[in-house]
C-alpha cells in the first residue's frame, strides 16, 4: 500500500502524469564528488579558456555575417565616395569628370545609407538564428562546475527542465 501511495502522489487531474526528477548518480552530492584543490584550478582555467573560446567563435561568427550581409551597402558607399569630386584624386583613381557626376555619386552614397539599416536587421535575425542553430550559448559554461567531477560536455547533448 505504501508503493501505491507513493504512485498517486504524482497523479495530477484525470490523466496527466508528473514524473519525479531522475536520481542522480553520485557518491558526494547531487552533482558528483567535489575535486581537490588543483584540480579544482586546473579544471576552472580549463573552463575560462572554453568560454574564452566559444566567445571567440560567437564573435568571429558576428563578424563574418554582418560582412557578409552589409557587403552590397558598403560597396555602395565605397564606389559613392570614390567618384566624389571632393574626394576623387585623378592620378590614382582613373575616374575621369565624364565617368560619374555628383549627383550620381550622392545618389549612391544616399542609397548606400538607406539600405544599410534594413540589412543590420537581417544580419542581425540570420545572426541569432545560427547562434540557436549551433547551440553556441548552450556551450557556455559556469565555473563553478569546476568544483565537481563528472564529464564537462554532457549537457550539450539534452537540455532538459525539471519543475
Given at each position: ?116 539599416s ?8 540570420v ?22 567531477q ?14
Amino acid at each position: 500500500s505504501g508503493r501505491g501511495e507513493k504512485e498517486e502522489e504524482f497523479w495530477i487531474g484525470e490523466g496527466v502524469k508528473m514524473l519525479p526528477p531522475p536520481v542522480a548518480h553520485s557518491e558526494g552530492s547531487a552533482w558528483g564528488s567535489r575535486r581537490g584543490r588543483c584540480g579544482c584550478v586546473a579544471c576552472g582555467a580549463a573552463l575560462v579558456l572554453w568560454n574564452l573560446c566559444v566567445i571567440l567563435a560567437s564573435a568571429l561568427l558576428l563578424a563574418v555575417v554582418f560582412s557578409v550581409v552589409l557587403l552590397p551597402a558598403m560597396l555602395l558607399l565605397y564606389a559613392g565616395f570614390l567618384c566624389h569630386s571632393r574626394v576623387r584624386c585623378q592620378q590614382r583613381c582613373g575616374f575621369s569628370s565624364t565617368d560619374c557626376s555628383d549627383l550620381f555619386c550622392s545618389a549612391l552614397i544616399i542609397l548606400g545609407f538607406v539600405m544599410m539599416s534594413p540589412l543590420v536587421v537581417v544580419a542581425a535575425a540570420v545572426f541569432c538564428g545560427l547562434l540557436r542553430r549551433f547551440r553556441l550559448l548552450l556551450l557556455i559554461q559556469p565555473i563553478t562546475r569546476a568544483r565537481y567531477q563528472g564529464g564537462l560536455l554532457d549537457w550539450v547533448g539534452s537540455v532538459h527542465a525539471w519543475v
